[in-house]
């Protein structure tokens, strides 16, 4: 590298620190997540290939089963409000952390469409789950659900997507975040804390429950975090899917969709794209429902989900 680049990279570094700290962005360490810690955790943990993942596993075990896929950053828990009304209507209901998120482990990655897939089978075969199986996925969720399906038909019995990627394009904040080394120093120095400052912001509106923010806290705490959604953005195409969708528009899978009409982080408007691609798409449109849907309207999502999902 040039030495004036390696200067001008250094200084840039140097004022991101500088600036962020008077508004209370600043590094802070960050916690090893090993086996004892998870052990202290306590759960339940289930040992793959790529690392540990952290799971919940609720309802009769003889009973139809149903995968909830969270999305990009916020682990297991955004299914909290759902999960017992899905297994009080008779369902067996998995959910499980990404990994790099939640309790799982923090592999280096990278966190691309093979370890995403893996996770899922994974997730099928060390539970022994029958199949095919029920999946319902959330904003990125969603789009793996979707990856999954359409290498993996004969596993799915259907697919209910909440507001999922896959129809984004790639836009600026999210090219440049992906970007090495400036994208290192933005996520690091100002991502996680926004992502709290957001939580937190949502709890105090009444959008999300108050148990959010320190669940959210928590896990963000562990080294690997910012790592695991930045090499997500670099190597997995959440943002230009339609190709996979095609794919599973071309099999006898039910889908589903519920979306907000205001939702701004996977804009509404990619239902109509999805429609072309999906001809057995049904759905289900909340008026003036953000993207917090999943938790801010957890009653009507969970109505349209039990609605949707096949006995």
Known sequence: MHILTKIILWLFALVVVIT?????????PTAPLDRAEQDTLGGLYLDTKQGRLSYTRDGDENAPAVILVHGFSTPKFVWNQVKPELVNAGFEVITFDHLGRGFSDRPKG??????????LLDVIEGLDLNTPVSMVGYSMGG??????AAEYPEHVKQLVLIAPAGYMGNSGSLSTLAKPILGDYIATVFGKEYAIKSIREE????????EMLPLF?????????????????RHYPMGAMSERYQIVGRTNIPVHAIWGTADQVVPYCGLAEMAEDVPQLTS???????????????????????????P
């Open 284 to 310: 289900t449109t909340l008026d003036e429902g953000n993207h917090n849907i999943t938790y801010a309207r957890a009653r009507e999502v969970t109505r349209a989900l039990l609605d949707a999902l096949a």
């Open 110 to 119: 990278p966190y691309d469409s093979n370890l995403y897939r893996q996770e």
């Open 217 to 233: 806290e928590q896990q963000a705490s562990y080294h690997g975090y910012t790592n695991a959604l930045l090499s997500t953005l």
């Open 20 to 28: 962020a700290i008077p508004y209370g962005y600043v590094l802070l």
């Open 143 to 148: 789009a793996n659900v979707i990856d999954f």
């Open 203 to 210: 709890v105090n509106s009444g959008a999300a429950p108050a």
